[in-house]
């Protein structure tokens, strides 16, 4: 499998996942066909790499994507890796601020019985506006310290 970080979002609940569209002439791996619309999969078990057609699509992994559904998947996971590399970022400047803040924000969900992308309670939504960049990079050593100073509870 390649080691290079891929922006990929699960394809239902298989083995699967989207890797990208292409709108360009191309040829389905599975039936051989040119199509200009076409998905790049891939098996995560197997690390096998695929482009194929929209009916192939569904045929090599068991489900159907329209080109919106398959849009809208790939804008997310894409959103999901900035929250990721951003929150990486945060954890590694401030790694003492993040580590409480994870535990007190896992405590608060649990106390409130809220998932996590209902914003929880003001824990949860200060985790939250790091990880999104609602708080710029810029603040947020002004963050930590109000954070750690108990400002944030």
């Known amino acids: 499998m390649n080691t290079a970080a891929t922006i990929a979002a ?3 609940n298989t083995d699967w996942y989207l890797t ?9 791996d599975h039936c051989g066909r040119t199509l200009k619309h076409l998905y790049s999969v891939r098996n995560g078990q ?3 790499d695929m482009i194929v057609g929209r009916g192939c699509c569904k045929k090599v ?18 959103a ?5 590399a951003t929150w990486s970022r945060f954890a590694l400047a401030y790694p003492e ?8 924000r896992n405590a608060e969900l649990l106390r409130m ?12 939504q200060h985790y939250n506006q790091i990880r999104n960049g609602s708080i710029p990079e810029g603040r947020w050593r002004e963050a ?3 954070y750690m100073a108990g400002q944030i509870a």
């Open 144 to 146: 930590a310290s109000r």
């Open 80 to 84: 999901q890796a900035r929250a990721n």
């Open 113 to 124: 019985r809220t998932a996590t992308y209902t914003g929880g309670g003001p824990i949860a």
């Open 20 to 28: 990208g569209i292409r709108s360009s002439a191309g040829e389905c």
């Open 97 to 104: 601020c993040a580590a409480k803040l994870l535990r007190d």
């Open 61 to 78: 992994t068991g489900w159907t994507l329209t080109a919106a559904q398959a849009a809208r998947a790939l804008r997310y996971a894409e």
């Open 46 to 48: 197997t690390g096998e």
């Open 10 to 12: 699960q394809i239902g």
